[in-house]
């Protein structure tokens, strides 16, 4: 099983350019979320989705945008890439959008500005 | 507002000796703990969760931990460790209905020598 898919798994970008990680899913999920991960810190919440059409700012948004066309589908766009974009990019996703549940994650896309 | 505490970003232990991960949470409402295990270029996974249904949570691979209110810890524990046990460990809580929205510790780096 697949489970949750990011691309691409390492990318280095240039002050200023801009490029979208890709997440798709393939276990029906509709609540999808992306972390990021800096070094020495906890997963911090970007953005969310609760379904296709619905997306919602999480924790630490700026700089970055989402859209959720489809069920399987949640990538996260940068516009203007600035090193402390720098980090490690953690898509995932659950079945419902109770606290208890459990939250299964992609392998993550590690980022580097420069 | 919820947040939790990882004391000690790095542990070493023998293999065979006694694994003790602690982790310390702040929530104003009843939470939901978790435990996630990250290997090596690899994503998170679900290693056990509290729930409220048992304050003793028996996970995945030998690993436990014990919900304690009185303290609000949630300590994970192994009683022998193993070489494949190297990888970080966090500690997050939940609590809000609507999305599965993580708030996590910052991570206790495991490693075990021979």
């Known amino acids: 099983n697949a489970g949750v898919t990011q691309t691409p798994k390492f990318r280095i970008l240039k002050i200023g350019q801009s490029m979208t990680l890709q997440c798709t899913q393939d276990?029906?999920?509709?609540?999808m979320y992306w972390y990021r991960q800096d070094p020495g810190m906890g997963l911090k919440l970007i953005y969310y989705?609760?379904?296709?059409?619905?997306?919602d700012k999480g924790e630490v948004p700026n700089g970055y945008n989402v859209s959720r066309s489809t069920t399987e589908d949640f990538p996260l766009r940068l516009e203007l890439a600035a090193p402390s974009q720098t980090s490690v990019y953690f898509c995932?996703?659950?079945?419902?959008?109770?606290?208890?549940?459990?939250?299964?994650f992609g392998q993550g896309t590690r980022l580097t500005v420069v | 507002a919820q947040s939790v505490t990882q004391l000690g970003s790095h542990v070493s232990v023998s293999e065979g000796a006694l694994v003790l991960l602690r982790c310390n949470y702040s929530s104003s409402v009843p939470p939901y703990l978790f435990w996630y295990v990250q290997y090596p270029n690899q994503g998170l996974q679900l290693l056990l969760k509290y729930t409220s249904a048992a304050t003793l949570v028996k996970g995945i691979n030998g690993f436990e931990a014990e919900f304690k209110k009185s303290e609000t810890s949630f300590h994970l524990t192994k009683p022998s460790a193993h070489m494949s046990d190297a990888a970080e460990y966090f500690c997050?809580?939940?609590?809000?209905?609507?999305?599965?929205?993580?708030?996590f510790g910052q991570g206790t780096r495991l490693t075990i020598n021979p």
């Open positions: 997050a809580v939940s609590a809000i209905q609507g999305a599965q929205k993580l708030v």
């Open positions: 989705s609760v379904g296709a059409g619905i997306t």
């Open positions: 995932a996703s659950s079945n419902t959008g109770q606290p208890n549940t459990e939250a299964f």
């Open positions: 276990m029906n999920h509709n609540y």
